[in-house]
């Protein structure tokens, strides 16, 4: 799992440099939080089910899923209402735990 959290934090940071760099600096801010809420959402991902799997406190993982899931839609609410990223970017950058799934992935083989 090392792997695949060095090959996000490796895209996420190239890709935001050079949004930075070539396109705009809100862009590149865009790019980054959604890198940032894949990232998390995946951290959030590997904790609940290393608690299912580990057979620990059903009420603890059933908090960490809702609590997960509000954030995220709230999040997602929040940059789609308020426009105050550019949506385009923010979704290139949720789509970068695609990029690091199959680097991981073709890196194994």
Request: proline share 1%; hydrophobic share 60%.
């Amino acid at each position: 799992m090392n792997s695949f959290y060095y090959a996000q934090l490796l895209i996420g940071l190239l890709g935001t440099l050079l949004l930075g760099v070539l396109v705009s600096y809100e862009s590149a801010e865009a790019f980054f939080v959604g890198v940032s809420l894949a990232s998390l959402n995946v951290v959030f991902v590997q904790y609940v089910w290393s608690r299912i799997l580990g057979k620990k406190s059903v009420a603890w993982t059933l908090f960490v899923i809702v609590f997960k899931y509000t954030l995220l839609g709230t999040t997602l609410y929040l940059v789609a209402a308020m426009g105050w990223l550019p949506i385009g970017w923010f979704s290139l950058g949720l789509g970068t735990i695609l990029l690091s799934i199959f680097r991981v992935k073709l890196g194994s083989l």
